[in-house]
């Protein structure tokens, strides 16, 4: 088949080279434009746009495509059968989802309607489920509340961060794909509607998403989240008057024979070396490794060597 694809990060990699090692025809790649990334501020070019000349297949990356008539004169004139669409990270104007004989074919890491949005994959973490999945579905002009067309789950583990998950649910989107498009060109494969009634949203992460409510969260529901924020914006909190990242964390039991006012959620107990935290519900988070605001990451043992006595009893929050 011959096909255009949208992408842009390294979550869409796996499916363009996928549709290529299947044989079908990619004569242009669609990615957003070069960004400047880190500390340096160098312009990078998206994975997609990397992968894609490597490939030797052109990339165009416009900054709009809902009014831009050169954009899609340039499609026009490709006449591609369908357009797979892949954490593109721009929404496709009507005109685009009309252009392709077969459509927009997106894959969307999670199984819709759950978890609509750009951010599927750690939400479904951060709220601790179970099960997530890939879907390809038809595209329209809602937020990913097009017919689906296939599915695959995938078992969420117990100690699995949204990062783990990322490559996984990549490499299994693009077999799901490529499965996808000869089913739909042959007619084989029927599209059905998604039940709205079943739908949740995943919103973008923002930096405030990765604070820790000890007062309003379970110390399980808060291990979750730090699960799905992963690698961003992770899980942090503020210890008089200064931020500290929590870098790694555990469930724990409660400590023996503590007063009740130290339950407080966000008081702190040092105990045999350990750094505790009290959490809603009565439970507690054992913070392993932390780094305090204008300091290097260090162990427990390393944040508690000479501050000890300081700590016990201290506010998190």
């Known amino acids: 088949m011959k096909l255009v694809y949208c992408g842009t990060p390294q979550f869409a990699v796996p499916t363009l080279e996928a549709l290529l090692a299947a044989g079908h025809e990619v004569p242009l790649a669609v990615t957003q434009p070069d960004r400047r990334v880190g500390r340096s501020q160098e312009m990078t070019a998206p994975p997609v746009k990397q992968t894609a000349q490597a490939a030797g297949i052109a990339v165009t990356q416009p900054e709009k495509v809902r009014d831009n008539e050169e954009f899609r004169a340039q499609l026009e004139a490709i006449e591609p059968e369908a357009i797979v669409v892949v954490a593109y990270g721009r929404l496709i104007p009507p005109w685009m989802l009309k252009l392709p004989r077969l459509g927009c074919i997106n894959l969307h890491a999670s199984l819709l309607p759950r978890y ?175 780094q305090l605001e204008g300091k290097k990451r260090m162990t427990t043992a390393e944040f508690l060597r000479g501050h000890a006595a300081a700590l016990s009893g201290a506010r998190l929050g």
Request: proline share 7%; charged share 20%.
């Open 116 to 290: 609509r949005g750009a951010a599927p994959i750690q939400w479904a973490v951060a709220n601790g489920e179970s099960v997530t999945g890939n879907t390809t579905m038809l595209l329209e002009e809602g937020l990913d509340t097009g017919p689906i067309l296939m599915q695959e789950a995938l078992a969420i583990q117990p100690e699995q961060t949204a990062a783990d998950l990322f490559a996984m649910l990549a490499e299994g989107g693009a077999h799901l794909m490529v499965k996808t498009l000869p089913r739909l060109a042959e007619g084989s494969l029927e599209a059905r509607p998604q039940n709205d009634a079943g739908a949740s949203l995943a919103p973008p992460l923002k930096r405030a998403d990765g604070r820790m409510e000890f007062g309003a969260r379970t110390a399980t529901e808060l291990w979750n989240r730090w699960r799905g924020f992963q690698p961003w914006p992770g899980a942090y909190t503020v210890l008089e008057g200064k931020k500290l990242i929590v870098h790694r964390l555990a469930v724990a039991e409660p400590p023996a024979f503590l007063s009740p006012a130290f339950a407080e959620p966000g008081r702190v107990h040092v105990e045999g070396g350990r750094l505790l935290a009290a959490c809603a519900g009565g439970s507690w988070l054992e913070l392993i490794d932390v």
